[in-house]
């Protein structure tokens, strides 16, 4: 017998022992908490007995394929709040060639998110020109001590720097448990503080469309009543041959992103703050104006009202009227928009347009509303209409009865003088 030494480079051994490995029982136990085997929605969280509810998890995250089934809305929490966080997708468990999508709510409550590609251990890409950023329906916020992110993107995308779920093909997932650190300015990021944890097995998010449908859409109800207000703003510091671009193209589904999350930092505060929809990017020869709707819940910002003595600030204190006129809401976009930054924007500190909107019911995409549907002062002007209809239609009657009595009073009674009482009177002539 004969004992060599083993030699360097590829001839030595490896060993690799998980501290962190969780034992038999526990491991099936963390795989019967973790719901990723339902290919239309699933979820992850860390460690896997928290509960998200109670805001007890590190990391938790959440998806379902939303609309038709060509959609995917992705929900992401993290109790690191100095820190990005996100999700990733990938054809192995290894972080290279991975498609990520990263982001985070800075200090003044704004939030940002990107689409990103992973190429090595470097910083990773951020997929813009020749890419896209295939994310959108984007908010952030920090609520109770937690960061939640939550965006829409597509299942299969025909970008090359973008991984796609189909009905036939799987991905692995990527959970960053604790990101690193950020630079919200420049929207650099650090390496991971813990390597992200991959699932062991490829997840599936199929076209669930129709299993969804029951799911998902139960019977249709009253849509909430919504305060609406139009806002207008003058974008500056664009580029010279900026242009401004149509709806629905790629270009202006980016730059409304950015204005939604700008909009969402600042009005997120209020009570019952519920979207932005962009609606319209002007340019004229002086100036690029941004025109969208701000829209609220009115029961929750009632609510909210109501709730004033737990609010030190006065100004929820508002009357029924300012409501409707959208005082603090316009005290609100006022404030930030005179420093000359909305959020990550650069406007024209001296212009704003404010109009609250005669709209009380989101029902703009219902056909058929009923006529109890209307707005309190469209009710009354239809009422009114009707009234003023009945009056005249009364008026027309009565003046008809009028004339007719009228005609038969003054009809003349003529007699008619029988034959045999008729006296004749022969003619005479003279001869």
């Known amino acids: 017998d004969e004992l060599k030494y083993h030699g360097g480079k590829m001839q030595r051994g490896l060993a690799s022992i998980n501290f962190m490995a969780l034992p038999k029982e526990e491991k099936s136990l963390e795989k019967s908490t973790q719901l990723l085997d339902n290919d239309c929605y699933g979820h992850w969280r860390h460690p896997f007995n928290c509960s998200p509810e109670n805001k007890t998890c590190e990391y938790y995250a959440r998806w379902e394929t939303i609309g038709r089934g060509d959609e995917m809305r992705f929900h992401i929490e993290t109790s690191h709040t100095d820190t990005w966080t996100g999700i990733g997708f990938s054809e192995d468990d290894k972080m290279p060639q991975t498609d990520a999508i990263i982001g985070w709510v800075d200090k003044a409550g704004r939030p940002f998110l990107m689409d990103m590609w992973i190429v090595g251990k470097q910083s990773p890409l951020l997929d813009s020109t020749p890419y896209r950023q295939d994310i959108y329906n984007t908010s952030g916020r920090v609520q109770d001590g937690i960061t939640i992110l939550e965006f829409t993107r597509k299942r299969i995308s025909d970008d090359k720097h973008d991984l ?7 991905l692995y997932l990527m959970f960053p448990i604790v990101g690193g650190s950020f630079n919200a300015v420049n929207k650099k990021i650090r390496r991971h503080e813990l390597t992200p944890i991959v ?14 449908e029951s799911f998902r859409n139960p019977p ?8 609406v207000y139009a806002v207008g703003i003058k974008l500056e510091n664009l580029a010279e041959s900026f242009e401004a671009p149509p709806k629905g193209s790629p270009e202006f589904d980016n730059l409304a992103n950015t204005i939604r999350d700008s909009f969402n930092g600042i009005l997120q505060q209020i009570p019952g703050y519920y979207m932005t929809d962009i609606k ?3 340019k004229t020869s002086e100036s690029v104006v941004a025109k969208m709707n701000v829209l609220f819940d009115k029961a929750a910002y009632e609510k909210g009202r109501a709730l004033a003595t737990e609010v030190t600030s006065n100004d929820v204190n508002e009357s029924d009227e300012e409501v409707r006129e959208g005082k603090l809401v316009k005290r609100a976009i006022s404030d930030s928009v005179a420093t000359g930054k909305v959020g990550s924007l650069s406007v024209d500190p001296n212009y704003l347009d404010f109009e609250p909107i005669e709209y009380i019911s989101n029902r703009e995409d219902e056909k058929g509303s009923s006529f109890f549907q209307l707005s309190e002062t469209r009710l009354y002007t239809v009422l009114g209409c009707i009234l003023a209809l009945i009056i005249v239609a009364l008026l ?4 008809t009865i009028y004339k007719t009595s009228r005609k038969k009073h003054n009809q003349k009674l003529i007699y008619a003088i029988p034959v045999e009482y008729r006296m004749y009177h022969p003619t005479t002539s003279s001869l």
């Open 396 to 399: 027309q009657v009565t003046c």
């Open 164 to 170: 796609s779920f189909t009905d036939t093909h799987c």
């Open 220 to 227: 249709p109800t009253t849509a909430p009543d919504r305060l």
């Open 199 to 212: 699932t062991d097995t490829r997840v599936c998010i199929k076209s669930c469309g129709r299993e969804l």
């Open 280 to 282: 319209e990017i002007e």
